[in-house]
Every structure is written in structure tokens, then in C-alpha cells.
């Protein structure tokens, strides 16, 4: 079988509004898509800003304070 990559697309289990987090660390880009459909594209993320998201314990939250309208998001 094929082993789950750290990087990559992550199914986010237990969040009420973040459904996935796709993340590039060569790029540092990073997809947060909401359970609503919305999707932020955002740019120059470090990893270690991707893995304090992950383990954020509200990724809504987390996203607001630390994300948006930064990295270029839209």
C-alpha cells in the first residue's frame, strides 16, 4: 500500500468549517477549502505556519486571526 505523504492534501476530521487543507511546501502554498464550498489560495506559507494550522484546535479560528486577508488570500 502506499503510506499517507506529510505534505499534500489533508481531509481535516472534526472542524466545522475547514474540510481540507492542501498545502506545497515547494511552492508554500497553501488551499484551505471550507465545508461552505469557499476555497483561499494562499501564498508564501511557511511549513511551520502550515503545521501550527494542523494543529490548531479551532482551524476556523486559526485561520481567521492568522490567514486571512494575508498570504494573498481572496
Known amino acids: 500500500g502506499s503510506c499517507a505523504s506529510k505534505e499534500g492534501r489533508m481531509k481535516i476530521e472534526g472542524s466545522s468549517t475547514v474540510a481540507n487543507?492542501?498545502?506545497?511546501?515547494?511552492?508554500?502554498?497553501?488551499?484551505?477549502?471550507?465545508?461552505?464550498?469557499?476555497t483561499?489560495?494562499?501564498?508564501?506559507v511557511s511549513?511551520?505556519?502550515?503545521?501550527?494550522?494542523?494543529?490548531?484546535?479551532?482551524?476556523?479560528?486559526h485561520f481567521h486571526r492568522h490567514f486571512k486577508g494575508k498570504f494573498g488570500s481572496k
Open 40 to 44: 483561499y489560495t494562499l501564498h508564501g
Open 21 to 38: 487543507i492542501d498545502y506545497d511546501p515547494e511552492t508554500r502554498n497553501m488551499d484551505v477549502t471550507f465545508h461552505s464550498g469557499k
Open 47 to 61: 511549513a511551520e505556519r502550515h503545521e501550527d494550522f494542523l494543529a490548531a484546535d479551532s482551524k476556523g479560528k
